[in-house]
């Protein structure tokens, strides 16, 4: 029987009803803050298409970290911007031993040390190209390529990092990057997986203005996923898996979630998703015409995540839901709702 026996209006009269009965939760602790190393010093240059978030030298990417540590967010994933003269076609700056990531990852472990450093695996940042590894006639040779991605990841466990993030989304990267940290005595060294990684158009404010990698020909789309394709993302997955992923990941995050709920339900183990840049810059820019409440929609946005199945939420997003979640936490009881801050209004040309 339904109304009137049943009103379930009963348990949203208020916020403290509401949180008692809420069935899924967002805290610090789920969030990972990507940050992007440079070289130099005193260096803080806020990226266009992603307001709120910076490339920085070592030294302001650490007062980064310990920010965001402090608002309880456990962990960081450096991405390294090299300078033009640094890259070549055989991306050898990403496994050079005084690289801008691996001195990054030192300086991280030093200053932070209870703090989670996740390093990104890839090659794009460091070939001339823009593409993810060694090419080959034009086409991306993916046994070559691996033999890059393994050494990059035995230069980041010598630093310090404490897990590995392959992104290419090559045949065999897991295992190959598995097998060469364990011959080099860092078993302890995590593994997260880039496992369903689409090609998709909301990675364009990460390349164009985040590491500055965009492509000089092609596309990604011999080695990233087809976006009208679920069940390959699924054996993609269970690859991972197979070959030593400790944490599988699903990018981006929001078009993607019913591909979260999928592998939540089918993988018993930790999954990650990653808002990406474009998710992120597309509710910054509505916020900013006025259009949307950006702190709000963010904080839904990141429920949805969450509600989907993901336990680990890769957003740029990370410092500002934090500090609106630490208010929550303090406020319950004396507050009906939380706060959020007013939309920025785009300024006239």
């Known amino acids: 029987m339904g109304f009137p026996l049943h009103r379930l209006r009963r348990l949203r009269q208020n916020e403290a009803m509401r949180e008692l009965v809420r069935e899924n939760r967002l805290s610090a602790s789920d969030f990972i803050l ?36 402090d608002l309880g967010i456990p962990a960081v994933l450096l991405f390294g911007v090299p300078e033009q003269a640094d890259k070549n076609e055989q991306a050898s700056y990403a496994y050079a031993p005084r690289g801008v990531v691996q001195e990054a990852v030192r300086a991280l472990k030093r200053a932070v040390p ?20 060694i090419l080959k006639d034009g086409y991306l040779d993916n046994d070559a390529s691996l033999e890059v991605l393994a050494k990059v990841a035995v230069s980041h466990a010598e630093a310090g990092s404490d897990m590995v993030a392959p992104a290419a989304m090559l045949d065999g990267q897991v295992l190959t990057i598995r097998q060469a940290l364990d011959q080099h005595g860092f078993q302890r060294t995590a593994i997260m997986g880039y496992s369903a990684k689409f090609a998709s158009k909301l990675f364009d404010p990460f390349f164009k203005h985040g590491t500055n990698s965009v492509l000089s020909f092609g596309d990604k789309r011999s080695h990233q996923m087809d976006c009208g394709n679920a069940e390959e993302a699924l054996r993609e997955i269970a690859l991972d898996i197979e070959e030593g992923a400790d944490i599988i990941m699903v990018k981006p995050a929001l078009f993607y979630l019913d591909i979260v709920a999928r592998a939540r339900r089918k993988f018993p183990m930790p999954l990650a998703v990653y808002n990406v840049s474009g998710e992120y810059a597309m509710i910054d820019a509505a916020a900013r015409l006025g259009r949307l409440d950006r702190d709000a929609i963010m904080l839904e ?49």
């Open 34 to 69: 990507p940050l992007f190393a440079v070289q130099g010093r005193r260096v803080r240059q806020e990226i266009g298409a992603l307001p709120g978030n910076y490339h920085l030298s070592i030294d302001e990417l650490v007062e980064e970290a310990l920010s965001a540590r």
């Open 114 to 133: 209870d703090m989670v450093v996740v390093t990104d695996v890839c090659a794009c940042e460091y070939t001339t190209s823009g593409h993810c590894g």
């Open 301 to 349: 946005a990141l429920m949805a995540m969450r509600r989907a199945g993901a336990d680990i939420v890769i957003t740029y997003f990370a410092k500002r839901a934090a500090e609106l979640l630490q208010h929550r936490e303090t406020s319950i009881g004396a507050r009906t709702e939380l706060p959020v801050a007013e939309p920025v209004l785009a300024e006239s040309a």
